[in-house]
């Protein structure tokens, strides 16, 4: 077992883990954390993906101690402490960019390093941006519909596929 430590949306988080677990499997089954989701085990589907530190990362493809002392961001943390939604979250709302809900949250925490990097994507910026993540229900529009509504865009112009 080997110790490690991580601030996880905001909080710190101490567990003991065998050196082989997952990132995604320490986040879901010892820190609670599901909102992050297993979809493929082989960094195929991007349901995974969380921030650490700042950066975008499949969380199958780390192990929980490569994040020891890292900051960890997860679907759960990225609304308001108060419950207010980000806008990436009222965005996906509003635009039904969501349908099962398995992708989600990957979606979601890919689109906003996307924001954060470019905060004003064009609609071909994003469609590439989101191309590690496989969503099997909505056909991709009204995801992309919501990530550029979230940067305040324009999207009645997106054209219908």
Known sequence: MTHVSMTVNGKPVTRDVEARRLLVD???????????????????????????????????????????????????????????????????????????????????????????????PTESEVRHHLEGNICRCTGYHNIVKAVMAASGQDVAALAAE
Do not use: W
């Open 26 to 120: 320490y986040l879901r089954q010892d820190v609670g954390l599901t909102g992050t989701h297993v979809g493929c085990d082989t960094s195929q589907c991007g349901a995974c993906v969380v921030h650490v530190n700042g950066m975008a990362i499949k969380a199958c493809t780390m192990l929980a101690v490569e994040a020891e002392g890292a900051e960890v961001l997860t679907i759960e943390g990225l609304a308001e402490p108060d419950g207010t939604l980000h806008p990436l979250q009222e965005a996906f709302n509003a635009h039904h960019g969501l349908q099962c809900g398995f992708c989600t949250a990957g979606m979601i925490m890919s689109a906003a390093s996307l924001l954060e990097a470019n905060p004003a």
